[in-house]
């Protein structure tokens, strides 16, 4: 029996993880759930699975769960209640899914904590991922990634020795404007951007995957979760999303990892590590004729990809800028106050402002990412 | 420092793994060498690496290697010969690529006692898959594949469990006929069938490859080798042999194993087992558009394919009858006695007349061989 504490619980990660739980009840059990504001969500949950501890946003958000749940549970709020959801002593495996910067303290905590992590939030690894891998080892944490690239790699490299690799291959989708010029992406709207071909996923990813961000982000993460330097890790695009990642080694030969594009497989994988467990997911169908097609990267039309790979090459703390100014720069094209197009402008700009600072702590992470927030707002709002 | 055995010294696979063990001196020591006529090969190989044990077919063959080698040399001759080869006592590594039925007794040999089995020759699992893996249950010998769709099979499976695998999935590149009618194919030449689109291989292999035969007898030894019963083992047409084989875990995650088509890959995985040396090998290129297509085989226009499911589910002497029957068509299609789809006819009559014959042990499965050719070559000989 395993016991789990799940970090946002309430958003697609932590649901679809909540429905391997509530599949398998004699190999798993809940003991904290955090989530942010979604308390109707949330009771719903403690009433199915009965943790013994949740955590949500504020006091406010507390006293409204109070009201909707009629069992038992210690309700704790904040930054301070997410860490203690993911520090609970019961807790075997953590489901750090929390999203953006708030997900960092208590995925941290996690870590240093020594848990199993099924690592999902982004942010850790991207903005952290020295601190985080350090304490890693120190604390004998095992983080095993939720992504289903990184998962694909993960998978990838089992039984295998590290010293063997030579380099790591990152399936991109392509996203969907894999095809179109950059005259045409200037000219994109918000809904087509959201339009994804092959997974649905929130806006900010789905726009993200559009602008390779995503892919970029996940470099970073690769280089820290697998301690490989950026040189070694290389994007290629398949838009099928058939082939999740692969590893060569030394001698030439290439694992791959594939699987009809379901987010429920890396997680489930997660969740059962080191086994496979029967999981009802849709299977590679070889009864009919399936293409797949590889292809590189175009980085003149998609800089952000170019960018994410400088960023981590530079100084420390310039991916925690990235990322940070990638949010702000996808929500002002969300809400339609910049163009397709300026994201990377924007993310380049504020890049090239943006000094060296330190990042020993995750405090000092958090200040940059505070940082470039309002910078990047600030360039924005001067266009 | 392992010492290697190479049983078939003198042929393609022979000679693969001698150009590895001589880029590599200072891991690889050559101890015993056999082969059955090439005796010319055979003295240019002592004269290079050394052996302390060669053996050839005949004492005929014995005298002319006497003459051709300066170096002192411990010469032994015919299956007694190739068995003393097999089982030397220094021997670490015993490279089993002696070719058909005659490989048998010293590839068995080798792993009663216990021996790390590099295994390229076919008919030990296709004949005596049984016998041979009860032995190597006995004796704890390693028994490492050299076929790439198996050693893709065997790399795919590193550090995984066993209970986790829903299914093998082997691919066949389809040969050269792989797009043509039953019509087309009833009057293909010797040459035609001789050019195998991807693999550069001897005349048996390129014709049971055009055949899919080669495919069959790969599911027969895939379903020995990795203990798995014939209905977990597919067979998944990809004509640019590039995925060279992949499993399927219960959680419907894929593992596959990839890389440009070349012998050496198998190979040199299979003498650094359980190590990757960094090898010469062309790297998958996925700086240019790669496509890979996957399709059902087509079991009426390549009935070989069937014959061998069909062979490997009746009782347990119906392998070594098709096996021998296909190698007697074969090379009467090869000599112009045949046609190209009298090979599947050919062996599928000498199936249906096959008695189910004890198999216990080696000398009973040699028995049945020997009864299938002559059946078979009386078949022919009637049309």
């Known amino acids: ?37 979604n308390v109707e969500k949330l009771a719903a949950q403690i009433e199915k699975f009965h943790p013994k ?8 958000k507390a006293q409204e769960l109070r009201s909707m ?20 002593p019961d ?13 960092l303290p208590p995925t941290h905590a996690a870590v240093c904590a020594g848990k199993q992590v099924a690592l999902a939030n982004k942010e850790t690894l991207v903005i952290a991922g020295g601190i985080v891998m350090q ?51 200037s000219k994109v709207t918000v809904e087509r951007a959201l339009k994804h071909p092959n997974w649905s996923m929130g806006p900010k990813i789905s726009i993200d995957s559009a602008t390779m961000m995503n892919k970029g982000l996940e470099v970073i993460e690769a280089r820290w979760l697998f301690n490989m330097p950026p040189s070694m890790i290389e ?33 489930s994988f997660a969740l059962n590590y080191p086994d496979r467990l029967a ?12 293409t797949l097609t590889f292809e590189p990267p175009d980085l003149t039309r998609f800089p952000c990809l170019a960018l994410a790979y400088q960023a981590t090459q530079a100084g420390p703390s310039a991916p925690a800028v990235l990322s940070a100014a990638n949010e702000v720069a996808v929500e002002a094209f969300l809400n339609r106050k910049i163009g397709f197009l300026d ?30 927030r309002a910078r990047a707002r600030e360039l924005i709002g001067r266009r």
Not at 69 to 88: D, L, M, N, W, Y
Not at 239 to 260: K, L, N, R, T, W
Not at 343 to 368: G, H, Q
């Open 1 to 37: 029996m395993k016991n789990i504490a799940i970090l946002g619980s309430t958003g697609s990660i932590g649901e679809n993880a909540l429905n391997i739980i509530e599949s398998e009840p004699d190999r798993f059990r809940v003991v904290a759930l955090a989530a942010r504001t």
């Open 53 to 60: 501890l949740v955590s949500v946003a504020d006091a406010q």
């Open 69 to 88: 749940v009629k069992r038992r549970v210690r309700i704790v709020t904040g930054a301070q209640g997410a860490i203690e959801c993911a520090t609970h």
């Open 91 to 103: 807790a075997d495996i953590v489901v750090a899914a929390m999203v953006g910067a708030a997900g």
């Open 135 to 185: 304490e890693a080892r120190r604390s004998k944490a095992v983080i095993i990634p939720v992504d289903s690239e990184h998962s694909a790699v993960f998978q990838a490299l089992r039984g295998e020795k590290k010293k063997s690799v030579r380099r790591l291959i990152l399936t991109a989708s392509g996203g969907p404007f894999l095809g179109m010029s950059s005259v045409q992406m």
């Open 235 to 267: 994007v290629v695009v398949h838009p099928q999303s058939i082939v999740h990642s692969m590893v060569e080694f030394h001698d030439s030969s290439v694992i791959a990892q594939m699987g009809p594009p379901d987010m429920r497989s890396p997680i």
């Open 279 to 290: 999981m009802d997911i849709p299977r590679l169908d070889f009864s009919r004729l399936m």
């Open 343 to 372: 994201i990377p402008r924007m993310v380049e700009k504020t890049l090239n402002e943006s000094p060296n600072f330190p990042v020993n702590t995750i405090a000092d992470v958090l200040a940059v990412d505070h940082w470039a």
